[in-house]
Structure formats: C-alpha cells, structure tokens
C-alpha cells in the first residue's frame, strides 16, 4: 500500500514535550496499522465485501487523521472529512453496526500502545497528562463515523438503495463471480447478464458532483469506494455519455460487453480519470498517450528527454507552432486538413513539419517516429507550462 505524503506540524499552542511525543509516534505509523490490521483480523463483517486494500488504507488514514488532530495539526484536505466518508462507505459495504464499532473502538487501543512505547519512562507523565485529550479526540472520532453510518444507512433505506448498493460490492468485489452469480446481480439490477454498458469513473471534486447526479438516479447505477465514483448503464444507441456529456469530468469506457467485465473497465475508466487534462470526458483515443508516456518514463527514465530538450531549446513563438503542427498532423494524417485546421497553406504545413524533423530528430511521417515523438510530446504541456 502507498502511504500519501503527509508531514506532521504540530499547532503552536502545544506543549513541546507532548508534540515530541506525537512526532515519534507519527515516525511509526506504519507499527500502528500494522498492530490495528492484526486486531481486526479478529473482527468479522460476516457477509459484507470490504476489500482488503480498502481496511489498510482506511487504517492509515486514520492513524494519520487521529495523531494530527492530537497535535492540533491542519488536517490535509483529503482527511478533514475522512470519518463521513468511512462511516458512509461502510454502511453501503452492508457492514454490521457492532462489528464497525468494535473495529473503530480499536483505535485507542492501538493509539494507546503506541504512546506507551514511545513515551517509555521519562516522558510517562506528559503521556498521563494528556489522557483525556486522546480519550476525546479518538470519541470524537467515532461518534462522527457513527453518526454518518447512521444518517447514510438511513438514507439507503429510505431510497432503496442499500440491496443495490450490496449488489454493487459484490460485483466490483466479490472476487471471481461465475455465471451463476452475474446471472443473479443481473436479474436484481434489471438488466442484461451479456448486455453492452458504458462506464464512468470521477475522483476528486467530481465524485460529489457524481453523487448528486446519480446517486439516487433510475436510469444509470452508481457506486462509491475509497475516493472514487463509478457510473455504468446500459449502452443507448441514441445517445451515449460522450454525446450529452454526465456534468462532471470522469475518465469513460464504452461498449463494456457484458456485466462480468464491468470491474476491469471501471478500473481502466479510472485510470483515464487520474490522467484527464480538461473537465471533459477522457477517453482511451484522448489519454492514451499520456499514460504511455508515463508508464514507459519509469520503466525508461528519460525516453522524452530528447524531445523535449530540443523543443526547450526553441524559442516560444517557434515551440509554439511546432506543437501546432504536430498535434493537428496527428490527429489528421494529412497535409490538406491540418492546413485547412491551422488556416495555412500546405506548404507551410510541410516546411513546419521540416522544421519540427530538424529540432527533434524524428520524422512524423514515419509511423515509428512519429509513435515515440507523440508519446514524448503527450505530456509535454503538462511539464513545461
């Protein structure tokens, strides 16, 4: 599991002996989950699909959210509303109430062990004197998952929704699902098992936006795990998402064949999502490039370094209509339409494109050249704006 990149800045007002304290703990929160996750293994949601993955992220963001706020810390943005959104995701899991609150109440248990061990004997007293501070923190704490676990579980029976929700977890986590069991998901869902569906993926700011749009919608099906919103529906053949658009930036996969495949093209949808460039759809035909060019910067560290080296070296006004041409040329193949695009005669176009072989030593008339410079000139944008 990758950790976020947090730093931990205990607030002005605390005691320096107590923020020492904190911070040794804080260089051992790795301990922390690792203790909880053992403790928890003891627990059992009985028959709701909470991954894996899920629990350990859910266990460091905790550790992480509890020590800052003991230190009087700004909470990062992607924590201050962390105890709503585990409470909510946990009751759309169908997780049991009693068992939540036993796995949640462990976490003074574990904070509580790991103050002892780092506090030894001679910063005892400050650990004592500060008791009741963690008592309320971590109290705090629960009550706001328990409160939202209680107000989102309520409103998944008001709206009907908590079955379908279940049925969500079990197809996006179920495991492997044989015939059976899409068959089963399909019936309860109303739709087809071999059915083609479309599928989204929002992060960030779009996943609230996703929730209003369709969160309580007939038409489309939506489901929420760990920072991230997943839509799917039924293809139409008059108008798909790419056509009237969702109102809200998402990565998009259409002609999804079949139920089954739904958890493999949510996942791709959410890759597209983490590279979208604009607060538009990203497609595979749009992001691929972008993600080629990443995917093959760490395996080959400097692959586009040549590329843009050269395009640095340039100056602005002449960098500018080099990638001019380059990007239209891709996206036309042809001399004709991309100086009809550019508003140019297709001489111009031609000596341009010269131009763009003689800085960066690779011809975009050669298809394999032309692969390599589009990859490096994919992110390009991105880097030097």
Request: hydrophobic share 40%; glycine share 8%; charged share 25%.
């Amino acid at each position: 599991m990758t950790r976020p990149e947090r730093a931990f800045r205990p607030g002005t007002t605390v005691e320096p002996e107590w923020a020492r304290l904190l911070e040794r703990l804080w260089q051992e929160r790795d301990l922390l989950v690792d203790d909880f996750l053992q403790r928890f293994s003891e627990i059992s949601y009985g028959e709701a699909r909470v991954p894996e993955q899920d629990v350990q992220r859910t266990a460091a963001d905790t550790m992480d959210h509890l020590i800052l706020q003991m230190g009087g810390a700004e909470l990062p943005l992607d924590l201050r509303a962390l105890p709503r959104e585990i409470g909510v995701r946990r009751a759309r899991q169908g997780v049991p109430l009693e068992a939540f609150l036993r796995a949640i109440r462990n976490d003074f248990r574990v904070l509580w062990k790991g103050l002892e061990r780092v506090a030894g004997p001679d910063s005892i007293g400050t650990l004592v004197g500060n008791m009741d501070c963690v008592l309320d923190m971590v109290e705090g704490y629960v009550s706001s998952i328990q409160q939202a676990f209680a107000e989102e579980e309520a409103r998944l029976a008001r709206n009907k929704h908590l079955y379908r929700q279940r049925l969500l977890a079990r197809l996006f986590h179920g495991g492997e699902l044989d015939a059976a069991d899409i068959q089963e998901i399909a019936a309860a869902l109303e739709v087809q098992p071999h059915g083609t569906f479309e599928v989204l993926a929002a992060v960030d700011d779009a996943v609230p936006l996703a929730q209003r749009r369709y969160g309580s919608a007939h038409d489309a099906y939506f489901y929420e795990n760990t920072g991230a919103a997943y839509v799917f529906r039924p293809l139409r053949r008059s108008r798909t998402w790419l056509d009237e658009g969702p109102g809200f930036p998402a990565g998009y996969v259409p002609g999804v064949e079949g139920l089954a495949a739904l958890p493999a093209a949510a996942a791709s949808a959410l890759v597209l999502a983490q590279h979208r460039r604009t607060g538009a759809l990203a497609t595979v035909e749009a992001a691929w490039m972008p993600i080629a060019a990443g995917l093959l910067e760490t395996t080959l560290p400097g692959f586009s370094d040549r590329v843009t080296r050269a395009l640095d070296a340039c100056t602005p006004h002449e960098r500018e209509r080099l990638l001019q041409v380059a990007r239209s040329y891709a996206r036309t193949g042809s001399i004709k339409a991309t100086s009809e695009e550019l508003y140019c005669h297709r001489n111009t176009v031609v000596n341009r494109l010269r131009s763009l072989q003689e800085v960066i030593g690779l011809d975009l008339t050669v298809p394999a050249q032309a692969a390599w410079a589009l990859v490096s000139l994919s992110r390009y944008g991105d880097d030097h704006h």
